[in-house]
């Protein structure tokens, strides 16, 4: 059974940082793009990362709202991806989702996690 | 960044009902295009891949066509399950970007 689980959510001061993990089971991680997507209370969908697998070298991209304040990792040997997020606002307080896309089929979010919440507040 | 936008933004609809969302890109996309479908509290679910590929397990009432900049989903005849939000995706540039959804309710 694939599994995507989402842990270290909850609430963070503006300007602190929380790092979520993404730990994966039922497929094989190496091979697939690990995705961050977002969803703030009653909003729509907004991507907002990736990293790509070890055949293309782990590259990684983001939204521009994030770039530089936000980083996506991931071990392999564990079947883990992390999202750390630094200097937050309060605008990225949302639900946050892992998702992924097979490195070598078609370009879709398959599988998804549950979802946690990460709230900034003072 | 490529820009997504669904039109309705919302609809409402009976059961037994042919629903048509449609979706154009800010430019072309060829047929990198997902369409998931959301219920409340529960992450998004994928029903349609590039464009037109019925994801397995999804019914056959849901069809997808369109490449280029246009595209639509349509579900044949409503059924009680499918109210809910439905996005696209595309996955086309290196940032990959959702419409901001259409809510589907019950009429």
């Known amino acids: 059974e694939v599994q995507l689980v989402e842990s270290g959510g909850g609430l963070v001061q503006p300007g602190g940082s929380l790092k979520l993990s993404c730990a994966a089971s039922?497929?094989?991680?190496?091979?697939?793009?690990i995705h961050w997507v977002r969803q703030a209370s009653g909003k729509g969908l907004e991507w907002v990362g990736r990293i790509r697998g070890k055949a293309i070298n782990y590259v990684t991209a983001y939204v521009p709202s994030v770039k530089g304040r936000f980083s996506i990792s991931r071990d392999d040997s564990k079947n883990t991806a992390y999202l750390q997020m630094n200097s937050l606002k309060t605008e990225d307080t949302a639900v946050y989702y892992c998702t992924r896309h097979d490195d070598y089929g078609d370009q879709k979010f398959d599988y998804w996690g549950q979802g946690i919440l990460v709230t900034v507040s003072s | 960044d490529i820009q997504m936008t669904q039109s309705p933004s919302s609809l409402s609809a009976s059961v037994g009902d042919r629903v048509t969302i449609t979706c154009r890109a800010s430019q072309n996309i060829n047929n990198y295009l997902n369409w998931y479908q959301q219920k409340p509290g529960k992450a998004p679910k994928l029903l349609i891949y590039?464009?037109?590929s019925l994801q397995s397990g999804v019914p056959s009432r849901f069809s997808g066509s369109g490449s280029g900049t246009d595209f639509t989903l349509t579900i044949s005849s409503l059924q009680p399950e499918d109210f809910a939000t439905y996005y696209c995706?595309?996955?086309?540039?290196?940032?990959?970007?959702f419409g901001q959804g259409t809510k589907v309710e019950i009429k």
């Open positions: 995706q595309q996955s086309y540039s290196t940032l990959w970007t």
């Open positions: 590039a464009a037109s």
């Open positions: 039922g497929f094989t991680f190496s091979g697939s793009t």
